[in-house]
Nanobody, 123 residues
Framework: VQLQACGGGLVQAGGSLSVSCAAS????????MGWFRQAPGKGREFVAT????????HYADSVKGRFTISRDNAKRAVYLQMNSVKYEDTAVYYC?????????????????WGQGTLVTVSS
């Protein structure tokens, strides 16, 4: 399974940006998916997760109410809509796929990782 993230770029604080992730290879829709991020000089942190049906989502407190994770199993894609972005949202965003159907905020539950896409928020 290969994951390809795209859509990152430069956005002003308070603005919106959407990043997406497409799965290829021997991918199944029965995967939980997640977004993680790594800011410069910091460790990787959980952002959002969605279960395989799309019926369950969870968010980090820092993004709750501003970010929305969604998926389209027919397209084998997962999305992260980021609204009201803040300077501290600047990071490389990674999508990840878990062979577990349940959503999870723990990176150890994820088996597949995309290459990351850079989101830069200007203040």
């Amino acid at each position: 399974v290969q994951l390809q993230a795209c859509g990152g770029g430069l956005v002003q604080a308070g603005g919106s940006l959407s990043v997406s992730c497409a799965a290829s290879g021997r991918a199944s829709s029965a995967y939980a998916m997640g977004w993680f991020r790594q800011a410069p000089g910091k460790g990787r942190e959980f952002v959002a997760t969605i279960n395989w049906t799309g019926g369950s989502t969870h968010y980090a407190d820092s993004v709750k109410g501003r970010f929305t994770i969604s998926r389209d199993n027919a397209k084998r894609a997962v999305y992260l809509q980021m609204n009201s972005v803040k300077y501290e949202d600047t990071a490389v965003y990674y999508c990840a796929g878990s062979m577990r159907a349940r959503d999870s905020s723990w990176s150890g539950d994820y088996n597949y990782w995309g290459q990351g896409t850079l989101v830069t928020v200007s203040s």
